[in-house]
């Protein structure tokens, strides 16, 4: 019995110390992004530039998922979702949210150490708390959709004004009616329910989650689209970027030259020949102020060229 008895004590001190311990700390997270060369936030989470986090919106989920594949990223796509609007991109800085169901001893603790910390009101709203301009809201609340509502027209109207963006949940949402009169925003969940949260605790603020078939980490970068939502490592965002932004214009001047005429498909569809990568690097020069790629970008991709 008393081994029983200390077995016991010492599940709860595991528990308990593993709640503490769900907020990665900077260097843990540091640890967790150290490919990651660029400025971070005092959280530690990389700080990816605003300008790549622009030019992401134009980037296709097929391309991301592309650079992904080859850099030996296999579960960072998850689709079939519901969303507020079809055709509002949601792209940012991840920051994470793990849920799980209720359990009566660990919740009290985790509000114990949320006052500790500062913390105020019901724990749904702190991960918003830490938000800042740019971030997207990921959250796993294990597919929780009657009574797993995280956020109503409230607490979103809140969202948007600390970060400028959405949310992706692995859960539901209430308000819908609401929440479509932002101007901007946008959710992607797994359901719009009218009940309110219960029997949910948070026991994580940027930890690695898993929203579906992908693993999230804080700080990395989040493109949904209507096909789905693909999380990117922060040190492989640029090169999405530019890898994209290469295929898009090789794409535009394929098909500009095949309604003239010039080539064929087959010409156009497989390896291009010295005379048609020379007409291509002649047609960035004389197009670059009118393409959707950033000026200095077709600069620089004009001087890799040796033509």
Not at 136 to 164: P, R
Request: proline fraction near 5%; hydrophobic fraction near 40%; charged fraction near 25%.
């Amino acid at each position: 019995m008393k081994t029983n008895i200390l077995l016991s004590l010492l599940l709860v001190i595991f528990v308990l110390t593993a709640v503490k311990s769900q907020t990665l700390t900077p260097e843990q997270i540091k640890g967790f992004s150290s490919q990651w060369e660029g400025e971070r936030f005092d959280d530690g989470r990389p700080k990816v530039p605003d300008n790549i986090i622009e030019r992401l919106k134009k980037v296709s989920i097929e391309e991301a998922w592309s650079v992904l594949r080859g850099a030996g990223y296999h579960n960072q796509f998850e689709g079939n979702w519901m969303m507020i609007h079809q055709d509002v991109p949601i792209v940012g800085r991840v920051v994470t949210a793990q849920y799980m169901p209720n359990r009566p001893d660990v919740s009290e603790r985790i509000k114990v150490i949320g006052g500790e910390e500062g913390r105020v009101g019901s724990s749904n709203s702190w991960p918003i708390d830490v938000l800042v301009k740019g971030d997207v809201y990921v959250a796993d609340a294990f597919d929780k959709e009657d009574q797993g509502t995280l956020i109503g027209d409230n607490l979103g109207n809140s969202i948007y004004a600390k970060s400028g963006n959405g949310v992706v949940f692995n859960g539901s949402i209430r308000d819908l009616e609401g929440l479509e009169e932002i101007e901007g925003f946008n959710a992607f969940v797994r359901s719009w329910n009218p009940s309110y949260l219960q029997e949910v605790m948070l026991t994580g603020i940027n930890v690695p989650i898993n929203i579906g078939h992908a693993t999230v980490m804080p700080g990395d970068i989040i493109l949904a689209k209507r096909e789905g939502v693909i999380f990117i490592p922060a040190y492989l965002a640029e090169k999405v970027v530019v890898t994209a932004e290469i295929v898009m214009l090789r794409d535009k001047f394929g098909i500009q030259r095949l309604k003239e005429g010039k080539y064929t498909p087959g010409q156009i569809d497989t390896r291009w020949t010295d005379e048609i990568e020379k007409d291509f690097s002649k047609w960035l020069k004389d197009n670059q102020n009118n393409l959707p790629v950033p000026k200095e970008q077709i600069q620089e991709l004009l001087k890799t060229r040796t033509w």
